[in-house]
């Protein structure tokens, strides 16, 4: 499957509003969505599908309590990248940092609320700021991504669709992604030795709620 730019970034920018908190607008959304998803090739386009089909036929206050439930509540599903890659240890403050450093680049400001590694984020980056830099963003956390997607697979999450949706705009897995996969699994995210403090100031680690409402 070969994707043109536009249509890759009409996938992430579907993929973002799916991942973020669904409110009332999301629900207007929905017909513009679903005509956006009709661009799409298959395997971006069906999965996609499904979600929106879900999305219309839940009540808002029950995806709303889905979306706390396994977004919040579950770091197995965190959509924050970064913490499948260093935790919350100090290492993770600086790659936080970097993400931000990454959009103010391509002259964007991040709400203070909002933090730069939520999946919602980057897709929104990828599709609206710069789309090299934020495919190489998911492209070096692909082994979170993949744990995240193959958690909500297996725990029959609407969120899974996508997941599976966003897996496609990307490479597919190699060999050492696969063993990163495997190893994030058995031992989980990194723990920050005892006694060292953060090395990022206070807002730029992760809080308890970062949802995008």
């Not at 499957?1 to 991942?19: G, N």
């Not at 958690?151 to 669709?161: K, V």
């Not at 495997?182 to 006694?195: I, N, W």
């Amino acid at each position: 499957m070969t994707l043109t730019e536009v249509r890759r970034a009409t996938a992430w920018q579907v993929q973002s509003l799916a991942m973020g908190y669904p409110d009332e607008q999301l629900v207007a959304r929905l017909p513009l969505l679903r005509a956006a998803t009709r661009t799409l090739p298959a395997p971006l386009a069906v999965p996609l599908d499904r979600f929106l089909d879900h999305v219309a036929a839940t009540p808002l206050t029950v995806l709303a309590a889905d979306y706390v439930a396994t977004f919040d509540h579950r770091k197995r599903f965190s959509p924050y990248l970064t913490y499948f890659a260093y935790g919350d240890t100090r290492k993770r403050g600086m790659a936080l940092l970097r993400f931000k450093h990454a959009y103010r680049a391509a002259g964007l400001e991040l709400d203070d609320s909002e933090l730069p590694d939520h999946l919602a984020v980057v897709l929104e980056f990828a599709a609206t700021g710069d789309p090299v830099v934020g495919h190489r963003l998911m492209t070096e956390h692909r082994a979170g991504l993949e744990l995240i997607r193959l958690g909500l697979r297996d725990a029959g999450s609407p969120w899974a669709d996508v997941l599976e949706s966003v897996s496609a705009t990307l490479p597919p897995l190699g060999r050492r992604e696969h063993e990163a996969v495997a190893r994030l699994a058995a031992e989980g995210p990194p723990e920050e030795d005892v006694g060292l403090a953060p090395f990022a100031p206070p807002e730029y680690m992760p809080q308890p709620r970062g949802d995008r409402r």
